[in-house]
């Protein structure tokens, strides 16, 4: 069965966690690092090794993933092997991605999907893009429940680490700031006063 490289970064990881998913339930092995990575291995050994054996690389790009280093050096790796890259765009238009990114001039040939919306929408033509590179399905096994189980667990992870950070970055009750924070005013052209609770005292500073 053909193997599938996700590439991507931290920042991304819950999106390339719900693509594995859904190549996970389509037929396709896939690699994924939150997954698929193995503590006290070099992570640099782990993903090259997985590129060669992969039969697509697919590259998640956004913004900070243009920048990346390591993603970059994925990237290398997977065309000197020749292996055929799927970019998908994430919050990123083509035209950022030729003019604003180091990738520009290498991946200018390729033509890109633009993800929007739920990737149940994108899994079609991703899809119909490995069958025209010999991209194969395998058939369904007790192993893919297991590891459906296991992209689960980390999409979990993942939600809980993003909430975690959004508490942090509100005030908690009893702050200084959160004190500051309990009413706004706001006026109209015609000077007619406005009220807003908690946190949308910040509007003012809009």
Request: with cysteine.
């Amino acid at each position: 069965m053909s193997q599938i490289f996700i590439s991507h970064v931290e920042e991304d990881a819950s999106f390339a966690l719900n693509l594995a998913h859904h190549l996970t339930k389509a037929g396709y092995s896939n690699w994924c690092y939150e997954v698929d990575s193995i503590p006290g291995r070099s992570h640099l050994d782990q993903t090259y090794e997985a590129i060669e054996n992969a039969d697509a690389f697919v590259l998640v790009i956004s913004s900070i993933c243009a920048e990346s280093h390591e993603v970059t050096t994925e990237l290398t790796r997977a065309q000197d092997k020749g292996k055929p890259v799927f970019p998908l765009l994430l919050g990123i238009t083509h035209e950022e991605l030729m003019t604003k990114t180091k990738w520009g001039q290498r991946l200018g040939p390729v033509a890109c999907l633009s993800v929007s919306g739920e990737i149940t929408r994108l899994m079609p033509r991703l899809t119909r893009g490995f069958a025209s590179a010999g991209i194969e399905q395998g058939p369904d096994s007790t192993d893919t429940i297991d590891r459906l189980q296991l992209i689960d667990q980390e999409l979990r992870h993942c939600a809980a680490l993003n909430s975690a950070e959004i508490a942090r970055e509100l005030p908690a009750e009893g702050d200084e700031e959160y004190k500051e924070d309990q009413t706004a005013e706001v006026k109209d052209k015609r000077g007619k006063v406005f009220r807003f609770p908690g946190h949308a005292a910040s509007l003012p500073n809009v």
